[in-house]
């Protein structure tokens, strides 16, 4: 009888001392970061706080990643502190082109679009593609009259407008031959987050390069470049220069390393970007595991990140 009470009272403590591990992290982009004024750094940080608090608030009350991270990255959408949304830079011929992608481990449920222009929230119009349609990826016009019918917010270019990003890419044009330039202060957005049930989600938005080429795409909603979730492994989302995020499959690596090579979160994804550094690429990536461990590596001077789980209290950095 005794060692019956002893089985059951050991069974219980585990019960009640075990814990569904949860939480959120987010990424406002990667690059140069130097010389940000103290009220930007004030306003980066405030922003990134309420996009970890606000997702994190929706895993707290036993909702989904997915939700989450939509969540997060629409916040960051809509702050024209950020290269995604309303905040985005211009490509050479002066317009906006955005890219986003979504995406839910549990089933590999994934959605992107590329090359929209007047989609207010491209984050949300990636979670259409993946929910109501059959397909993975849209881009441009076809994207765009997805999104009217799908009931998904369409917004005048107009406010998308940003004198100073615009003569930004007007200087550039002027001044020298190639198309790109590592000039801006400004990053894609992005939100990984683990919820109660053991899922993770993945979600990435961007504008692009500024003074990019009419048509271009980068990583962002390249699933497996920019944007990986995967059970019982991982989820990423990355920023920095798309090309080698693509040609490296980034995202995706890192879940990789940890399911073939036993590799911890943190020495995959810090591997990766180390790796991307001694070949030229530059930028980083958010992370996290099926424990609720996270990972933010960059070989940038800066990136801008924040997180919260329930091991862990809501931060925010740019260095």
């Given at each position: 009888?005794?060692?019956?009470?002893?089985?059951?009272?050991?069974?219980?403590?585990?019960?009640?001392?075990?814990?569904?591990?949860?939480?959120i992290v987010v990424h406002g982009g990667a690059g140069v970061m130097s010389g940000l004024s103290e009220e930007t750094r004030s306003q980066?940080?405030?922003?990134?706080?309420?996009?970890?608090?606000?997702?994190?608030?929706?895993?707290?009350?036993?909702?989904?990643?997915?939700?989450?991270?939509?969540?997060?990255?629409?916040?960051?959408?809509?702050?024209?502190?950020?290269?995604?949304?309303?905040?985005?830079?211009?490509?050479?011929?002066?317009?906006?082109?955005?890219?986003?992608?979504?995406?839910?481990?549990?089933?590999?449920?994934?959605?992107?679009?590329?090359?929209?222009?007047?989609?207010?929230?491209?984050?949300?119009?990636?979670?259409?593609?993946?929910?109501?349609?059959?397909?993975?990826?849209?881009?441009?016009?076809?994207?765009?009259?997805?999104?009217?019918?799908?009931?998904?917010?369409?917004?005048?270019?107009?406010?998308?407008?940003?004198?100073?990003?615009?003569?930004?890419?007007?200087?550039?044009?002027?001044?020298?031959?190639?198309?790109?330039?590592?000039?801006?202060?400004?990053?894609?957005?992005?939100?990984?987050?683990?919820?109660?049930?053991?899922?993770?989600?993945?979600?990435?938005?961007?504008?692009?390069?500024?003074?990019?080429?009419?048509?271009?795409?980068?990583?962002?909603?390249?699933?497996?470049?920019?944007?990986?979730?995967?059970?019982?492994?991982?989820?990423?989302?990355?920023?920095?220069?798309?090309?080698?995020?693509?040609?490296?499959?980034?995202?995706?690596e890192v879940c990789i390393r940890m399911e073939y090579l036993n590799q911890s979160l943190s020495k995959s994804s810090s591997s990766i970007?180390?790796?991307?550094?001694?070949?030229?690429?530059?930028?980083?990536?958010?992370?996290?595991?099926?424990?609720?461990?996270?990972?933010?590596?960059?070989?940038?001077?800066?990136?801008?990140?924040?997180?919260?789980?329930?091991?862990?209290?809501?931060?925010?950095?740019?260095?």
């Amino acid at each position: 009888m005794r060692t019956r009470l002893l089985i059951v009272f050991f069974l219980m403590s585990t019960f009640l001392n075990s814990e569904e591990n949860f939480g959120i992290v987010v990424h406002g982009g990667a690059g140069v970061m130097s010389g940000l004024s103290e009220e930007t750094r004030s306003q980066i940080n405030a922003k990134i706080k309420e996009s970890v608090s606000e997702a994190f608030l929706i895993l707290e009350n036993g909702g989904s990643s997915i939700d989450a991270v939509e969540k997060a990255v629409t916040i960051l959408e809509d702050s024209p502190l950020f290269n995604a949304g309303r905040g985005s830079v211009y490509s050479s011929d002066e317009v906006q082109e955005m890219d986003a992608s979504i995406m839910d481990g549990k089933k590999r449920l994934a959605g992107a679009v590329a090359s929209v222009s007047i989609v207010k929230n491209p984050i949300k119009l990636a979670r259409k593609v993946a929910e109501e349609t059959d397909h993975v990826l849209l881009v441009g016009d076809g994207a765009e009259a997805f999104a009217k019918n799908a009931g998904i917010e369409i917004v005048d270019s107009s406010y998308f407008y940003h004198e100073e990003r615009l003569q930004r890419v007007r200087n550039l044009k002027k001044n020298v031959s190639k198309f790109y330039k590592k000039s801006d202060k400004i990053g894609t957005v992005g939100a990984v987050a683990l919820d109660k049930m053991g899922n993770i989600s993945a979600a990435t938005s961007t504008g692009g390069m500024t003074n990019k080429l009419p048509g271009r795409v980068g990583d962002s909603p390249i699933i497996g470049s920019g944007t990986w979730a995967q059970n019982g492994v991982c989820g990423v989302s990355s920023t920095g220069h798309g090309e080698y995020f693509i040609k490296y499959q980034v995202a995706r690596e890192v879940c990789i390393r940890m399911e073939y090579l036993n590799q911890s979160l943190s020495k995959s994804s810090s591997s990766i970007i180390n790796e991307l550094a001694d070949i030229g690429g530059s930028g980083g990536l958010i992370a996290i595991d099926s424990k609720g461990n996270i990972s933010t590596p960059f070989n940038t001077k800066g990136m801008i990140r924040g997180s919260q789980t329930n091991k862990k209290e809501l931060s925010s950095e740019i260095y």
